[in-house]
C-alpha cells in the first residue's frame, strides 16, 4: 500500500484527507506543523507528501527544500494562494503538483496516483541507459549519473530530462514536455516548464547564459544535444 503524508494544520483538512486516503487502500501519517511532519518524513518510507505553504512553525516552502535536500518523493502543495506566481513558485522548487484551496479530495487523491503511475507509465526502456554523451539515465533507480557524478533532481526533472534524452537532437515543444515529461495534469503549466529546464540545467553545470547541453530552439522548445560537448 502506498503512503501519504499529510503535513497540514488545519485539522479538519487532515481528518478528511485521511478518510478518503484509506478508503482507496492508502496508508496515512498526519502532521500539523513543519517540524513533526519533516520527522514523520526521517521515520517512515513515504511515497506521497502533501504539503501545506501556511504551517504555523514554518513555510511550506522551508519544508519542501528541506526535504528536496535529501529526497526526490512525490510532493504536492496544498494551499488557498492560488496566484500563478505562487504556483510558479512551488513547482519551480521541487513540487510535484500543485492543488488550490478549496479542493476536492477525490482530485487530490487521483493526483497522487497519477503521481506514482508515472515512472512505471515510462518505463519501456527500463533499467541504466548510457544515454547521450557523458549522461547515464537509470529508470529503476531514478537516478542520474553526468560525469560520473550523482545528480540528485526531483521526479519532475528526472522526467524532462529523460524525455529530452530519449531523443537527442529531437526539438520538444513545451506543450509536448507537459504532455509526454508531465501528464495531462500539467494542462496550462506549460511556462513552468522553463523554470524545471533552468533547474536541470543548473545542476548538470551546463551554463544558463550559453546553454550546450540542453539547447532553447527560439520560439519553439528545446532539445538535448546529440554529442554534449566535452
Do not use: N
Request: aromatic share 6%; glycine share 8%; proline share 6%.
Amino acid at each position: 500500500m502506498p503512503h501519504l503524508l499529510v503535513i497540514e494544520d488545519d485539522a479538519d483538512v487532515r481528518r478528511l484527507i485521511d478518510v478518503y486516503a484509506r478508503a482507496m487502500g492508502w496508508t496515512v501519517s498526519t502532521a500539523p506543523d513543519a517540524g513533526t511532519g519533516l520527522q514523520a518524513f526521517q521515520d517512515i518510507p513515504v511515497d506521497v507528501v502533501v504539503l501545506d505553504l501556511l504551517l504555523p512553525d514554518a513555510s511550506g516552502y522551508d519544508v519542501l527544500r528541506t526535504i528536496r535536500a535529501s529526497s526526490d518523493v512525490y510532493v504536492i502543495l496544498l494551499t488557498a494562494l492560488g496566484s500563478e506566481a505562487e504556483r510558479m513558485q512551488g513547482l519551480g522548487q521541487g513540487a510535484d503538483d500543485y492543488l488550490v484551496k478549496p479542493f476536492s479530495p477525490g482530485e487530490l487523491m487521483a493526483r497522487c496516483q497519477a503521481l506514482l503511475r508515472r515512472p512505471r507509465r515510462r518505463s519501456d526502456h527500463s533499467g541504466t541507459d548510457p544515454g547521450p554523451g557523458r549522461l547515464v539515465i537509470d529508470r529503476e533507480r531514478f537516478e542520474v549519473l553526468w560525469d560520473g557524478r550523482r545528480v540528485l533532481l526531483t521526479a519532475l526533472e528526472f522526467r524532462l530530462l529523460d524525455a529530452l534524452a530519449r531523443h537527442p537532437g529531437r526539438v520538444f515543444t513545451r506543450e509536448q514536455l507537459v504532455r509526454d515529461a508531465l501528464g495531462v495534469d500539467y494542462a496550462g503549466y506549460d511556462r513552468v516548464i522553463d523554470v524545471h529546464i533552468g533547474h536541470v540545467r543548473r545542476k548538470l553545470g551546463d551554463d544558463p547564459a550559453a546553454p550546450q547541453v540542453i539547447e532553447t530552439v527560439r520560439g519553439v522548445g528545446y532539445r538535448f544535444r546529440a554529442e554534449p560537448p566535452e
